[in-house]
């Protein structure tokens, strides 16, 4: 294995052979803390790239800019750039291309293989003319039999629109088995293992980017999976970000697949349509998606640019929520066109909702949702208006406005299911008791809290407790393994009033600490609440999960109480299917 480091942000590299004729070379970001603002880091992440050599060679994806320094080096102990015949671009986003243009300086003739939208927005970003091929779901790519190893590596390529990018593809190599995937499968975690050797180790990053970045198009997933039934069998999924599926493939497609299939279920659903490459879009679309599917609403993005007319029309004349962005000023033919088949589909009875994409020169915000009102559509949340570039708190906003959405969305069988319990089994259910607690976490410039009394003390030692956590409430993205919060025990004769406070409902965005006395940087997790018993300040170690809650586990750090004489406040509860 050959291994360069890069001082002091601890980048590093892995270059091995994974198959006949294939090495991967794994940029390991081992500190990266954050993917986009909105999306959390826990244990950094990977950029992997692939070479694979028949009689002809081919380059599966490049790297992140931050690597120029090591990774093309690395690149040309392994081979002359001049002898890279193809370049197969999975998908056009900066971390896996940043090094496309400095590849084209080395070899000016090599040949770009990738989907249509890829190469256009590829000409973006290199602006230099390019060789390039436009390939689709069943064409192909033959490198020719390596002459030493006698295998033909031959690709077949599967459109994967939106996942999470619509210019994605997948490609195959029927020599090895090894389906190359990009986003799909992967899961942000940097370590030593190239294959999945420790699935309880990666499973909770897996199931964290699958909620973030793939849950949001779990329609678009399906029929990616559809796709993939239809090859022969796969031996392993090379991934674009952290490690390789071999050693436990079937857990993996299993788990997309069913975590797809149930987010499909039902004919209900949110659109929420973006310009791919415009200003913020794509990052704030996928925050008010994320948001939408915590209600356990269905949701699908839609690429405004991408997608093809008619299905265009299908997509959001069929939702019964459309969340819309705002677009250029002066937009090209093509994306005015898709505008016009936007309005054009829209039902009266529909919500719409507007988002500010902040893309520079963009149509003002009220214009275009005075123009949505003129058509007579329900608004579901105010306009998101982006006043600067999005920070952590602009993305909170939005997901929890597309939270709200997806409570609207799921209303009727949220009450349907309150009603559907047996009486006496409701009453009894209702018997169960708990304390009366206030959770808060804070991350960077995101922070929030609710109240809870599903707690419970799990473990002496090391000394731990289980909250449940309902999937709709905002603090859950704060809540992931690894994360800090702090549990703030409420006193039974002085806590009506913050009850009052944390239980009203918060617009999308903001503080819920305003007006409450605090104490700041007394925990690492979040505040500490001034009127509050006692304080502990955990981190989550396991979350499992329940139909409509996280069950979380966490160790419990530090702590101390404000009146040792002093009760706990508890909740009564009559009926078991609500707080």
């Given at each position: 294995?050959?291994?360069?480091?890069?001082?002091?942000?601890?980048?590093?590299?892995?270059?091995?052979?994974?198959?006949?004729?294939?090495?991967?070379?794994?940029?390991?970001?081992?500190?990266?803390?954050?993917?986009?603002?909105?999306?959390?880091?826990?244990?950094?992440?990977?950029?992997?790239?692939?070479?694979?050599?028949?009689?002809?060679t081919a380059l599966i994806d490049t790297s992140h800019l931050k690597f120029a320094g090591t990774w093309l080096?690395?690149?040309?102990?392994q081979i002359d750039p001049l002898a890279i015949d193809h370049l197969i671009v999975s998908h056009t986003e900066?971390?896996?291309?940043?090094?496309?243009?400095?590849?084209?300086?080395?070899?000016?003739?090599?040949?770009?293989?990738?989907?249509?939208?890829?190469?256009?927005?590829?000409?973006?970003?290199?602006?230099?003319?390019?060789?390039?091929?436009?390939?689709?779901?069943?064409?192909?790519?033959?490198?020719?039999?390596?002459?030493?190893?006698?295998?033909?590596?031959?690709?077949?390529?599967?459109?994967?629109?939106?996942?999470?990018?619509?210019?994605?593809?997948?490609?195959?190599?029927?020599?090895?088995?090894?389906?190359?995937?990009?986003?799909?499968?992967?899961?942000?975690?940097?370590?030593?293992?190239?294959?999945?050797?420790?699935?309880?180790?990666?499973?909770?990053?897996?199931?964290?980017?699958?909620?973030?970045?793939?849950?949001?198009?779990?329609?678009?997933?399906?029929?990616?999976?559809?796709?993939?039934?239809?090859?022969?069998?796969?031996?392993?999924?090379?991934?674009?970000?952290?490690?390789?599926?071999?050693?436990?493939?079937?857990?993996?497609?299993?788990?997309?697949?069913?975590?797809?299939?149930?987010?499909?279920?039902?004919?209900?659903?949110?659109?929420?349509?973006?310009?791919?490459?415009?200003?913020?879009?794509?990052?704030?679309?996928?925050?008010?998606?994320?948001?939408?599917?915590?209600?356990?609403?269905?949701?699908?993005?839609?690429?405004?640019?991408?997608?093809?007319?008619?299905?265009?029309?299908?997509?959001?004349?069929?939702?019964?929520?459309?969340?819309?962005?705002?677009?250029?000023?002066?937009?090209?033919?093509?994306?005015?066109?898709?505008?016009?088949?936007?309005?054009a589909a829209l039902k009266p009875k529909q919500w719409v909702a507007v988002y500010d994409a902040y893309g520079?020169?963009?149509?003002?915000?009220?214009?275009?949702?005075?123009?949505?009102?003129?058509?007579?559509?329900?608004?579901?949340?105010?306009?998101?208006?982006?006043?600067?570039?999005?920070?952590?708190?602009?993305?909170?906003?939005?997901?929890?406005?597309?939270?709200?959405?997806?409570?609207?969305?799921?209303?009727?069988?949220?009450?349907?299911?309150?009603?559907?319990?047996?009486?006496?089994?409701?009453?009894?259910?209702?018997?169960?008791?708990?304390?009366?607690?206030?959770?808060?976490?804070?991350?960077?410039?995101?922070?929030?809290?609710?109240?809870?009394?599903?707690?419970?003390?799990?473990?002496?030692?090391?000394?731990?407790?289980?909250?449940?956590?309902?999937?709709?409430?905002?603090?859950?993205?704060?809540?992931?393994?690894?994360?800090?919060?702090?549990?703030?025990?409420?006193?039974?004769?002085?806590?009506?009033?913050?009850?009052?406070?944390?239980?009203?409902?918060?617009?999308?965005?903001?503080?819920?600490?305003?007006?409450?006395?605090?104490?700041?940087?007394?925990?690492?997790?979040?505040?500490?609440?001034?009127?509050?018993?006692?304080?502990?300040?955990?981190?989550?170690?396991?979350?499992?999960?329940?139909?409509?809650?996280?069950?979380?586990?966490?160790?419990?750090?530090?702590?101390?109480?404000?009146?040792?004489?002093?009760?706990?406040?508890?909740?009564?509860?009559?009926?078991?299917?609500?707080?």
């Open positions: 294995m050959t291994v360069a480091t890069a001082a002091p942000q601890r980048l590093s590299l892995q270059c091995e052979a994974i198959g006949p004729d294939t090495t991967t070379i794994r940029s390991l970001d081992w500190d990266r803390s954050r993917f986009d603002i909105e999306f959390g880091l826990r244990n950094g992440t990977t950029y992997n790239a692939f070479l694979v050599r028949g009689e002809r080096p690395l690149l040309e102990e900066p971390d896996h291309s940043g090094l496309i243009g400095h590849l084209l300086e080395r070899n000016p003739e090599i040949e770009i293989v990738a989907s249509k939208v890829a190469i256009q927005f590829l000409a973006d970003q290199v602006h230099r003319p390019f060789r390039s091929r436009a390939v689709k779901s069943g064409e192909e790519l033959d490198l020719g039999t390596n002459p030493s190893s006698g295998v033909q590596h031959r690709f077949e390529f599967l459109s994967a629109p939106n996942l999470h990018w619509p210019d994605t593809i997948f490609s195959f190599d029927h020599g090895t088995g090894i389906l190359y995937t990009c986003d799909a499968f992967g899961l942000h975690y940097c370590g030593d293992d190239i294959f999945d050797v420790d699935p309880g180790a990666i499973a909770p990053d897996f199931r964290f980017y699958y909620d973030c970045l793939m849950g949001p198009n779990a329609r678009s997933v399906l029929q990616a999976l559809k796709r993939m039934d239809a090859l022969p069998p796969i031996r392993m999924i090379a991934t674009g970000h952290g490690p390789l599926l071999r050693d436990h493939l079937g857990l993996w497609t299993g788990d997309y697949r069913e975590w797809s299939s149930q987010r499909s279920a039902g004919e209900t659903y949110a659109a929420v349509c973006y310009v791919s490459q415009y200003g913020f879009c794509d990052r704030l679309s996928q925050a008010i998606a994320r948001g939408i599917g915590k209600a356990e609403a269905q949701v699908q993005l839609v690429d405004l640019r991408a997608t093809d007319p008619q299905e265009l029309a299908a997509l959001v004349g069929e939702a019964s929520a459309v969340v819309v962005p705002t677009w250029p000023a002066k937009p090209d033919p093509e994306l005015q066109q898709a505008i016009g088949t936007l309005l520079g020169n963009d149509q003002p915000v009220d214009s275009v949702a005075a123009q949505l009102r003129t058509l007579g559509q329900k608004e579901a949340f105010q306009p998101l208006r982006i006043r600067q570039v999005p920070d952590g708190n602009d993305y909170q906003r939005c997901e929890e406005a597309g939270t709200d959405l997806g409570q609207l969305l799921t209303r009727a069988r949220t009450i349907a299911a309150m009603k559907s319990l047996d009486g006496d089994l409701d009453k009894a259910l209702g018997r169960l008791s708990g304390g009366l607690y206030i959770v808060t976490a804070r991350q960077g410039e995101r922070s929030s809290a609710m109240v809870a009394s599903w707690v419970s003390q799990a473990s002496f030692d090391p000394p731990g407790l289980s909250i449940a956590v309902a999937k709709d409430r905002a603090i859950e993205a704060l809540m992931q393994v690894g994360d800090r919060f702090v549990l703030n025990i409420l006193r039974e004769d002085n806590h009506q009033e913050l009850l009052r406070h944390f239980l009203k409902r918060f617009p999308p965005g903001a503080d819920r600490f305003s007006g409450v006395a605090t104490l700041d940087g007394v925990s690492s997790g979040g505040p500490v609440l001034g009127d509050a018993l006692a304080f502990l300040g955990c981190r989550v170690a396991q979350r499992m999960e329940g139909p409509d809650h996280w069950i979380i586990y966490a160790e419990v750090e530090e702590g101390t109480v404000a009146d040792s004489e002093a009760t706990t406040a508890v909740h009564h509860r009559k009926v078991g299917n609500h707080y």
